[in-house]
């Protein structure tokens, strides 16, 4: 079993930043592939991000170049930074976590584990 909590999320106005965190605990964590899902209101959980053991990422085409994921193996943490906000971006971000070696495995596996959620919320 793996636990995944998530912080950082808040209410924040366009164009500002905000850095959210995944604290990890439970199993290896140098065994799972890290990632950063959303739901907006009314829409379907999308990807946004993910992360192997060594570091290779893999991001949603249209987040490119504005959102940065990062782990801390020694922490057992994962990180999604987030430049340049948009009301757009206003969602509940998860954290997710699967059993594999590849940054693109949860773009087309479903999670092991899920965190609980935090909301984002990007004012005009």
């Known amino acids: 079993q793996v636990q995944l909590v998530e912080s950082g999320g808040g209410l924040v106005q366009a164009g500002d930043s905000l850095r959210l965190s995944c604290a990890a605990s439970g199993r290896t964590f140098t065994n799972y592939a890290m990632g950063w899902f959303r739901q907006a209101p009314g829409k379907e959980r999308e990807f946004v991000a993910a992360i192997n053991s060594g570091g290779d990422t893999y991001y949603r085409d249209s987040l490119k170049g504005r959102f940065t994921i990062s782990r801390d193996n020694a922490k057992n943490a994962v990180y999604l930074q987030m430049n340049s906000l948009k009301p757009e971006d206003t969602a509940v971000y998860y954290c997710?976590?699967?059993?594999?070696?590849?940054?693109?495995?949860?773009?087309?596996?479903?999670?092991?584990?899920w965190g609980q959620g935090t909301q984002v919320t990007v004012s005009s």
């Open positions: 997710a976590a699967r059993m594999d070696n590849s940054d693109l495995v949860l773009t087309y596996k479903p999670p092991d584990y």
